[in-house]
């Protein structure tokens, strides 16, 4: 996609005009022209002379933004310092330096025109009385106003010449015509003054005829509205122009053992560079040495600042607040998070949300609308036999008091204060599209591991058997399990840890295949393993064996231990729920959104964790492919979110209506979704959905506004309304404001609090298709909405306990497997078996110590015995 600066747009009306003409430009694939930011985003192969051709052949100027050298193109900070460049308010400036020239003027006029022809305020002795003197006076006067203000009728009369008439169109016309008229009474009045008739009989023509006030007033007004418009536009882009500038500028890297302050564009990925308190981390890096605390608001929105250590990740803009550190540079230039996310902001704003398309089917064809009205206002007021000035006067009033300027910012303004509000609390939406869609989501179908849950097992439980501590049995556990590479091993590890526990030295360390661990703690052989292996060599009481099936109801695995012959306890692990699932759940529950929760796991930790989170639906067993049908399925019922964070979740993310990628997972997720969640919190989503609606919601009020706006003003300056009568100086004051009006409103966003679900109401959608019609997830036996009795299903609708796929000429079989002993093996398994050729879905369930695999033709046995080995795991048979 490239940028484009474009010169010479005044209102929506020229938006339209300019991607017309572009988008027939051979190769330009599509166009979007942001009124706005005065920019437009063409995606294609046309090159940029042909695109800038376009434009200047419809009457306006264009550049690239992104410019390039000769040789070897730019860096990230020129890209970052012209993009920043192109979002400076230039225009405001000369609109408010045009304003100050125009009022001093037109008060002048206006001395004249109200304070002496009025009020007898005093005039040079020469001009009282002298009506023709007067006349000339106020037209030079007003002269003065128009050349100030010259922008208007040169763009406005360009556009007419090239067929395309824009806003500016309708003021030239109106400003134009007044003077027109005016000088035409004047000529008369210098005629009369010919045939002998007294400089008295000419006050009623000088009086009730003359409009240069009005040619001069308009294009004042017009300004004054131009340039609130002008200021307020430019609030909009505060928070991408907030971000570019804290973009850091300068890095002190480590060369020849000596610290060497550089430019950012001469940090290289692999550099070590340090960072003191108070300055800014220059690039994405790790850290090698110290620690500190981060302020990372520029990037999440969440102020508190988060500890760092050795091995930790550090980012781009964010701010060192205590220690010193050394960090070796991972991601630089264009690469690095902050400059992706300004990438996204920047992108998004140069897109077009699908409602803006009512503003520009209208704004194409407003203004020769206006005009053909005016013309038919003046030729009904002759025919009713209102006079020339009378009907004139409607006319003009009607071409001032139009605004297409009103519909064509109604969209982009509140667009952008929504990116920009969605970027200040870790929410990017990488398009218009999104940041509108998200909002009209039902259902939401959310990835078990790393988005409902933290992603990484943790110790829940720990359960001494009589006559051992909880300390004395975790302090077991951590000397055997360090020596593993289990990632339940590092659970075990991570609490000790944390505990304070240190780790006796153990020796003649085995892992044993399939069943657990072995080692010499102290001259004492400790055991680990599964329930079935510690069994097999001590007697577990029946109070510690139910407690280890209570734990594995709960989706979580039990690690027994036994040394020297004796049951030392159980420890659980789990890869418990985030501590916001819950919460952001029942807001999404309370907007009217169905929550459905996807899982590779089985069917009992599946529906553990769905209970706790308290999803409305649980879909267990899940493949990559499946969690895409699945999308597809829910589909049929309504707009669909998929929120995820790993690889995984790619084809998921890209099939639903709006992906959403959790900020800490895969750059292919990310890479996959619509919507970036940087602070990686469940309850983000919620926000984006929150934030999504008002933004609609607020671009509904501005284009209902612009569109009431013009349906009742235009008939009562055409004169329908009896007793009411517009003049063209009231009718310029009134579309002045109509502009600023839209925009101000847009600006209330920036006062809306994301994460407040105080307002939240559902949506009204249609109603859904029957969910059995459509094979989608039915939960048949829900009971008030409690999860926890929703069954469990796969991706066809059939419940897990019959095939995971359905219908074809699909081949089930299940095979008995030893050693799997969590989730993690399961997923081994389950992979392992899916690499073989035919086989189209694989399940496997540690605790039935079986895998399930469904195929489209016979698998060999040796087949199947060499995948599940060469995972790691033990072959016993394939079941009858």
């Excluded at 500028?249 to 960072?275: H, L, M, N, P, Y």
Aim: negative net charge.
């Amino acid at each position: 996609m490239e940028k484009f600066n474009v010169t010479g747009m005044s209102c929506a009306s020229c938006q339209a005009h300019v991607e017309k003409a572009v988008s027939k430009v051979p190769g330009v694939k599509s166009v979007n022209v942001s009124l706005l930011t005065n920019s437009m985003a063409v995606d294609g192969t046309a090159s940029a002379a042909d695109i800038i051709k376009a434009v200047e052949d419809a009457g306006y100027g264009a550049s690239k933004q992104d410019f390039e050298k000769q040789q070897g193109g730019v860096s990230a900070s020129q890209k970052l310092a012209a993009e920043e460049e192109s979002l400076k308010d230039t225009t405001t400036p000369k609109l408010l330096k045009r304003l100050i020239w125009s009022v001093i003027v037109l008060l002048v006029l206006m001395y004249i025109t109200m304070g002496h022809n009025m009020w007898g305020w005093p005039v040079p002795a020469f001009l009282n009385h002298n009506h023709i003197g007067l006349a000339i006076t106020q037209m030079l006067l007003a002269l003065v106003v128009m050349m100030i203000n010259r922008a208007f009728f040169i763009s406005g009369f360009k556009s007419l010449a090239h067929g395309a008439p824009n806003m500016d169109a309708l003021v030239a016309l109106g400003s134009s015509v007044s003077f027109g008229w005016s000088l035409y009474i004047l000529y008369r009045m210098t005629y009369l003054l010919t045939t002998g008739i007294s400089n008295m009989d000419l006050m009623p023509l000088y009086h009730n005829n003359l409009y240069f006030e009005s040619a001069a007033m308009i294009p004042a007004l017009i300004t004054i509205g131009k340039t609130l418009e002008s200021y307020s536009k430019g609030r909009t882009t505060d928070a991408l122009k907030n971000l570019m500038k804290m973009a850091p500028k300068t890095a002190v890297i480590e060369r020849d053992g000596q610290q060497v302050e550089v430019g950012i564009d001469e940090v290289k990925s692999g550099d070590i560079f340090v960072v003191k308190p108070g300055e800014s981390i220059p690039v994405d890096g790790v850290i090698v040495e110290g620690s500190t605390a981060v302020d990372e608001s520029a990037l999440t929105g969440e102020s508190i600042p988060v500890d760092k250590n050795v091995d930790d990740t550090v980012s781009a803009a964010t701010i060192n607040q205590s220690g010193f550190i050394r960090a070796r540079a991972t991601r630089v230039g264009e690469d690095t998070t902050f400059s992706q996310i300004i990438q996204m902001v920047s992108d998004a704003a140069a897109t077009k949300a699908p409602i803006a398309r009512i503003a520009d089917r209208v704004s194409g064809v407003f203004v020769p609308t206006v005009m053909g009205i005016a013309l038919f206002v003046f030729i009904v007021w002759l025919i009713l036999g209102g006079g020339a000035m009378t009907s004139l006067e409607h006319a003009i009033t009607v071409l001032v008091i139009s605004c297409p300027c009103a519909l064509g910012l109604a969209t982009p303004v509140a667009i952008m204060v929504g990116n920009g509000m969605g970027a200040k609390n870790g929410v990017l939406f990488k398009t218009s599209e999104a940041l509108e869609n998200a909002g009209k989501v039902q259902i939401i179908a959310l990835d078990k591991t790393g988005t409902i849950t933290e992603g990484r097992p943790q110790v829940t439980d720990i359960i001494p058997a009589e006559g051992v501590s909880a300390q004395e049995l975790l302090a077991k556990a951590f000397s055997l399990e360090k020596m593993s590479e289990h990632p339940l091993a590092k659970a075990v590890v991570d609490k000790a840890e944390a505990d304070g526990i240190e780790a006796a030295c153990a020796s003649d360390f085995e892992a044993l295949a399939g069943h657990g661990l072995k080692g010499i703690i102290e001259e004492k052989t400790v055991y680990g393993g599964s329930s079935a292996f510690i069994s097999s060599l001590v007697n577990v009481p029946k109070d510690i064996q139910e407690k280890s099936d209570e734990l594995a109801e709960q989706g979580k695995t039990p690690l027994f231990f036994e040394e020297d012959g004796k049951l030392a306890g159980i420890i659980a692990v789990a890869d418990v729920i985030k501590s916001d699932s819950r919460q952001a759940v029942k807001e999404l529950q309370h907007m009217g959104i169905e929550v459905v929760m996807l899982t590779g796991d089985n069917e009992r930790t599946a529906k553990a964790i769905g209970g706790q989170a308290g999803v409305d639906r649980v879909i267990a067993g899940v493949l990559p492919d499946g969690k895409e049908k699945v999308i597809r399925g829910l589909q049929k019922r309504g707009r669909v979110a998929m929120v995820g964070d790993g690889i995984n979740d790619a084809p998921a993310l890209t099939r639903a209506d709006t992906g959403i990628a959790i900020g800490a997972g895969t750059d292919v997720a990310i890479d996959s979704a619509d919507i970036v969640l940087m602070n990686s919190k469940l309850t983000d989503v919620s926000a984006a959905i929150r934030l999504s609606r008002a933004t609609l919601r607020n671009i509904y009020e501005n284009l209902f506004w612009a569109f009431a706006y013009n349906a009742l003003l235009i008939p009562m300056a055409a004169g329908l309304y009896p007793g009411i009568h517009l003049n063209p100086m009231w009718g310029a004051a009134a579309m002045s404001l109509s502009s600023f009006t839209v925009c101000m409103n847009a600006l209330r966003l920036n006062l809306f609090k994301v994460h407040s679900a105080k307002h939240d109401k559902p949506l009204r959608h249609p109603a859904l298709p029957d969910t059995a019609a459509s094979k989608v997830i039915v939960a048949e036996n829900a009971v008030n909405g409690n999860p926890a009795a929703c069954p469990v299903e796969n991706i066809s609708g059939e419940s897990s306990s019959e095939a995971n796929v359905s219908g074809g000429n699909t081949m089930k079989e299940t095979i008995e497997v030893k050693g799997m002993m969590c989730n993690m093996c399961e997923k081994h398994v389950s992979n392992g078996l899916k690499g073989i050729d035919g086989v189209t879905n694989a399940a496997a369930d540690h605790e039935k110590g079986e895998a399930v695999i469904e195929s489209t033709k016979p698998i060999a046995e040796a087949d199947i015995k060499k995948a599940i080995e060469d995972a790691g795991y033990e072959f016993v048979s394939v079941k009858a």
